[in-house]
């Protein structure tokens, strides 16, 4: 357990569908990112967001739509996705995405496969 | 472009010691991260390096040479359950995490 959860764990979905991922942190950190992780490729950064604002938007195509209501919550919302789309989802949360030496904590990701 | 390398997939044996190496090019530099994920879990921290040398913890070391672009993760008297992926990632000027494609380390008996 590292105080990140994220659910559903495991979602398919169509392309018409519209779901969205839930994110909670319980640690107390005031920076919170969604990150996709794709075989056998790096992380790739979605989204950063520091005291509820946006400070990262890393060129995600739109179908993807990020929401942080208070620092402990970040949902992803989908719509139309493409099968290119089917990765684990991560979420991680830190002290401050500015802060050089704090580490990120992770939540469990959720699988999505888009058929 | 910023680019992090690190093998693909390394085997070693139990009670043995391996080094997983990491190579990085990125702009600027502002610290070094490994983690390690377990097959369908989350990346879990393991260490973190911003000057030269070596940082002990436990039967983990990490390595940086800054000149280098350079970093090694050193686990010794492996056990089983350290078969899993190992990440490294870089901080960069704009404290962004750049991170490599990790490197798959399976433990045979």
């Known amino acids: 357990e590292t105080g990140v959860t994220q659910t559903p764990r495991h979602l398919v979905m169509g392309m018409t569908n519209k779901k969205s991922l839930k994110c909670e942190q319980h640690?107390?950190?005031?920076?919170m990112y969604w990150y996709k992780q794709s075989a056998k490729k790096p992380l790739e950064l979605m989204f950063v967001?520091?005291?509820?604002?946006?400070?990262e938007n890393n060129s995600v195509p739109s179908r993807f739509s990020p929401e942080c209501p208070n620092s402990s919550h970040l949902f992803l919302h989908l719509h139309t996705l493409q099968p290119e789309d089917s990765a684990l989802y991560l979420c991680?949360?830190?002290?401050?995405?500015?802060?050089?030496?704090?580490?990120?904590?992770f939540g469990p990701g959720t699988r999505l496969t888009v058929t | 472009g910023q680019n992090i390398d690190q093998p693909t997939e390394m085997t070693a044996t139990e009670g043995a010691i391996v080094q997983i190496n990491c190579t990085y090019q990125?702009?600027?530099?502002?610290?070094l991260f490994w983690y390690q994920q377990h097959a369908g879990e989350a990346p879990t921290f393991l260490s973190y390096?911003?000057l030269d040398g070596l940082e002990e913890k436990g039967r983990f070391s990490s390595f940086l040479s800054r000149s280098k672009g350079y970093s090694y993760l050193l686990l010794k008297e492996l056990q089983m359950k350290d078969s899993a992926s190992y990440l490294c990632?870089?901080?960069?000027?704009?404290?962004?995490?750049?991170w490599g494609a990790g490197t798959k380390l399976i433990i045979k008996p």
């Open positions: 991680a949360s830190s002290q401050m995405s500015g802060s050089p030496s704090y580490e990120q904590y």
């Open positions: 640690l107390g950190h005031n920076a």
């Open positions: 967001y520091n005291f509820k604002e946006q400070t």
């Open positions: 990125t702009s600027g530099f502002n610290g």
């Open positions: 390096n911003v």
């Open positions: 990632a870089v901080r960069d000027s704009n404290y962004q995490l750049i």
